[in-house]
């Protein structure tokens, strides 16, 4: 069973606008989410987390919503650019104390910016 | 962050026969992971590698099929034993800690195909 879901496959977007992508999980004992980028031949980079004592957190263009009663949070990039074209994994843990253990992946929403 | 990597990066194998991936990291880490993608899947987390005891596996894997050692903090292997195509994916180890515990890094990635 899914517990964390990524309902958009793919998104496209012109450069120097908004891309949003979502995320929605079905476990109330996650309490920390991430989102990772992925290149083809390459593995995960890690991008920007919330805890869930937060509703947002921004680091420069990307900035991370999360909505806790929805069990929803959501990706904003913006502006857009073509080298964020990728592939990206929202992913959620659950309190396991200091570490984050194992995390819950979707599976993932290709990201196109083109020019 | 830690720089990981990964030994094969792909590899094309036979049915009935086995593979031993490798995960090196430029530094000692406290934790270590196995996961898999298959594709068009999410990533799945197959066991946490244990330094100087069994791994801890997650439901659905067992030791016989994906025996992992890890003998110290910067090292471990994953074997995919009695290899069939349905277990052609892609095989990523992670890590987290020893100073920051609330991201996971990983590696490039090894890409499996079974004939």
């Known amino acids: 069973d899914q517990q964390v879901k990524q309902n958009s496959p793919s998104l496209s977007v012109q450069e120097g606008r908004i891309s949003i992508l979502n995320c929605d999980y079905t476990n109330s004992m996650f309490d920390y989410f991430l989102w990772y980028k992925k290149y083809p031949a390459e593995g995960p980079t890690f991008l920007i987390s919330i805890s869930s004592i937060k509703d947002k957190n921004e680091d420069g263009r990307f900035t991370v919503f999360l909505n806790k009663s929805a069990k929803h949070l959501s990706l904003h990039i913006v502006p857009s650019q073509p080298g964020d074209s990728a592939v990206y994994f929202c992913?959620?843990?659950?309190?396991?104390?200091?570490?984050?253990?194992?995390?819950?992946f979707g599976r993932g929403t290709q990201l196109t910016v083109w020019p | 962050s830690a720089v990981i990597s990964q030994k094969p990066s792909r590899d094309i194998c036979q049915r009935g026969t086995s593979l031993t991936i490798q995960c090196q990291v430029d530094?000692?880490?406290?934790?270590m992971f196995w996961y898999r993608q298959q594709p068009g899947q999410s990533l799945t987390l197959i066991a946490t590698?244990?330094?100087?005891?069994?791994?801890?596996?997650e439901s659905g894997f067992v030791i016989d099929k994906f025996p992992i050692s890890r003998p110290n903090l910067t090292f471990s292997t994953l074997t995919v034993s009695n290899m069939s195509p349905e277990d052609s994916s892609i095989y990523l180890c992670s890590v987290e800690g020893p100073v920051v515990y609330n991201e996971q890094f990983f590696g490039p990635g090894t890409r499996l195909t079974v004939l």
């Open positions: 992913a959620a843990s659950s309190d396991r104390g200091s570490t984050l253990g194992r995390l819950y």
């Open positions: 530094s000692q880490v406290t934790m």
């Open positions: 590698a244990n330094q100087g005891s069994e791994a801890t596996y």
